[in-house]
């Protein structure tokens, strides 16, 4: 090995820590400091002039900067039109990387012309159904000689960029008065939700879509008077959520265990964030998200994983079955309401049906073991015909 290649690999290895180094401490970032530091970020890296990145309107294709740096100074954002620029091409496609002569391919792109742009990367940024919401772009006033190192750089700040240009646009769609909030999620599933507190943290406001009767069952004047610790199903959960937020100041995809009116488990994954700005006088700090309800999803995991613990415990070759009745009985009560419950063995030999277990309405404690014999086109004499049952 040559000593250019030594110093090659040598200073390929320092780059790569230095690197590492700078994306852990890039993504310690939230929010607009994020987005700056991000630009500043794929500038010096890419040792490049320019970087930007923006959030993508569909309806009116164009871009609005959220950050926008040039010769390592920050510029006020600004809009702008995506029709004939190489944006256009990002946002309807790939990463896109033109890395000498942009202009000649965007002649009509005044931007690139104003700014001497020589050279441009640009990569999409998408949400969670895959629409196009966003872009990442670095451009430079000569060519790109390190195209492979630039791709690098834009695939490993994609996901943290999608994700905070997601929650900035959440916190954006909040910034509505009450009325537009209701009229906003009124057909919306999800149960959004806004709680004001005071500074003795009591609460002194609520705003619930109306979703939340179709969820938790309370209607829009029971809303007036709900605090957000009636839902918790369990009290813990609410200082553990709570501890959470003061600390990192939002969740995402939180999962909690909450109540219905009637007291039934609520199943719920929550985004939620604490404000502390533009609140009505006051209000010291608002609690304010969505909550997605999974209570299917979640029973359905919950029957997949009970039906996998009964079929084990009742293939063992010595089974108590009176505990095997008593695990059944309590595990399922959990997810469904039983009134009813039998447990049976067939008796081929004697045609007759065992009841070692069973709990109804009328022996909630159970009773004393009882058979039946099969009846003629019933269940049990079909199961006996049938070979290798």
């Known amino acids: 090995m040559s000593n250019h290649t030594k110093h090659s690999v040598n200073t390929g290895i320092a780059c790569n820590n230095l690197l590492s180094c700078s994306l852990i401490d890039l993504f310690k970032k939230t929010g607009q400091d994020y987005f700056d530091s991000l630009v500043n970020f794929l500038c010096l890296q890419s040792n490049s002039s320019f970087a930007f990145v923006g959030e993508y309107s569909a309806l009116n294709n164009n871009v609005t900067t959220k950050s926008f740096v040039a010769n390592y100074k920050k510029v006020k954002n600004f809009k702008y039109d995506l029709k004939d620029t190489p944006c256009e091409s990002v946002v309807d496609n790939i990463m896109c990387i033109y890395p000498e002569n942009v202009q000649q391919f965007f002649p009509k792109d005044k931007e690139l012309k104003e700014r001497k742009i020589e050279s441009y990367a640009g990569i999409p940024l998408y949400d969670i159904n895959d629409n196009a919401v966003g872009i990442i772009v670095i451009m430079s006033n000569s060519n790109f000689n390190n195209v492979d190192q630039i791709k690098t750089l834009l695939e490993l700040v994609k996901s943290k960029t999608e994700f905070e240009l997601e929650r900035l646009v959440t916190h954006n769609n909040f910034a509505l008065t009450p009325k537009h909030l209701i009229n906003t999620f009124e057909n919306f599933q999800d149960v959004f939700f806004w709680f004001n507190y005071n500074n003795k943290n009591e609460q002194i406001g609520v705003i619930m879509s109306p979703s939340v009767k179709s969820t938790f069952g309370y209607t829009e004047e029971e809303v007036k008077n709900l605090k957000l610790s009636d839902l918790y199903y369990n009290v813990n959960d609410r200082y553990e959520i709570l501890k959470i937020l003061k600390k990192e100041g939002y969740v995402k995809n939180y999962f909690l265990t909450l109540k219905d009116k009637a007291n039934n488990k609520v199943y719920v994954e929550a985004?939620?964030?604490?404000?502390?700005?533009?609140?009505?006088?006051?209000?010291?700090?608002?609690?304010?998200?969505?909550?997605?309800?999974?209570?299917?999803?979640?029973?359905?995991?919950?029957?997949?994983?009970i039906a996998f613990l009964i079929a084990d415990k009742s293939q063992r070759r010595m089974v108590n079955l009176n505990l095997l009745g008593e695990f059944i009985h309590n595990t399922l009560k959990e997810i469904v309401p039983i009134s009813n419950l039998y447990i049976a063995t067939i008796d081929f030999e004697n045609k007759q049906t065992n009841f070692p277990y069973y709990k109804d309405d009328f022996n909630l404690e159970g009773g004393t073991i009882f058979s039946r014999p099969f009846k003629k086109m019933g269940l049990q004499n079909t199961l006996s015909s049938i070979k290798n049952y």
Request: net charge positive; glycine share 6%; no cysteine.
């Open 271 to 305: 985004d939620a964030e604490i404000v502390k700005k533009g609140l009505p006088k006051k209000t010291a700090f608002a609690i304010r998200g969505v909550l997605k309800n999974i209570t299917e999803r979640k029973k359905e995991e919950q029957r997949t994983e």
